[in-house]
């Protein structure tokens, strides 16, 4: 029986910073990814988590700009991304993966209406500006800006993940052998009415509820692929070194809420604890070399 295996796919990884937003470049690194997931599948079997932070900000960016009608909500722009990306991502992996059939499933995350990311909003959407541009985008758009970077970008409240709402599903699609595509950008963010669930306004962090999905379906491995190769110490300076291996006590300083490598280390110490398992971090195209323990960040109990 072929290990399980949660693959979080960062939504920078699929557009590059700084690259235009277009659907050529991201299709180009899809096929970059598509590529890897082949020759894992012949391993693992791939539960594959898609980040949106680059594309739902675009998609706000668009919808702003039509003012004839009222601009829609968050949760329904998450959704939209998960079906923009998810069918992207499923039309390259059916081409590559030979008999294996692939499914994305469009799938809520339940939050909690009263989690402290409504009043201090910190994820990172859309494109990045320049720092003289901020007063102009906070009052055209009523966006709330910060620093990321040598840039500004869109920040949006991203409460923590509690529940895969749809995980029955995806362990039903497993079961019967296919590649699934879920919780796309974080999953589409819904808050528990008693009678129902409600769609509320936030982005969650794919690494989060990446995390909580591969606890749900009992994973084997987390790797979180993102546009940086490796953990690094001293990022930034000369002296910038390569965490090829980690505990989870020497990744803690790592995990703090910055909207970079932050919640990438807290979901992967949140991942090793609960399960006892192995997490990585890495860069796309190292993929296989990842779990090989040739590149990437490898994080053990």
């Not at 970008?153 to 923590?160: A, H, N």
Request: a negative charge; proline letters at 5%; glycine letters at 10%.
């Amino acid at each position: 029986m072929k290990k399980r295996i949660v693959i979080a796919l960062g939504g920078n990884a699929l557009l590059q910073r700084g690259d235009v937003l277009s659907a050529e470049n991201q299709q180009r690194s899809i096929q970059i990814f598509a590529e890897m997931a082949s020759e894992l599948a012949s391993d693992y079997q791939l539960v594959i988590v898609h980040g949106n932070g680059p594309q739902v900000g675009l998609l706000a960016l668009q919808n702003a700009a039509y003012q004839e009608s009222p601009s829609w909500p968050l949760d329904i722009l998450v959704a939209e991304s998960q079906g923009m990306i998810g069918f992207a991502i499923a039309q390259e992996l059916s081409s590559s993966s030979g008999n294996t059939p692939v499914t994305t499933l469009m799938t809520r995350v339940e939050v909690d209406s009263q989690d402290e990311a409504f009043q201090s909003p910190g994820k990172y959407i859309g494109p990045v500006y320049q720092p003289d541009r901020q007063a102009d985008l906070e009052a055209r758009y009523g966006w709330q800006m910060k620093t990321d970077g040598q840039y500004i970008r869109r920040v949006v409240p991203s409460p923590t993940p509690l529940k895969i709402i749809d995980s029955d599903a995806i362990r039903t699609l497993m079961e019967a052998g296919h590649m699934v595509i879920c919780c796309g950008g974080g999953g589409i963010p819904v808050i528990n009415q008693g009678e129902g669930y409600q769609g509320i306004e936030a982005v969650i962090d794919k690494d989060l509820t990446a995390a909580v999905l591969a606890q749900s379906i009992n994973a084997d491995h987390l790797l979180i692929l993102t546009d940086a190769d490796a953990v690094y110490t001293q990022w930034g300076t000369p002296q910038a070194r390569a965490l090829r291996h980690a505990t989870v006590e020497e990744l803690m300083p790592f995990a703090a809420p910055d909207g970079a490598m932050g919640p990438k280390a807290a979901a992967v110490i949140q991942f090793v604890k609960q399960t006892g398992n192995t997490a990585f971090i890495g860069a796309l195209k190292d993929a296989p070399r990842i779990l090989a323990g040739e590149k990437g960040t490898c994080v053990t109990q």
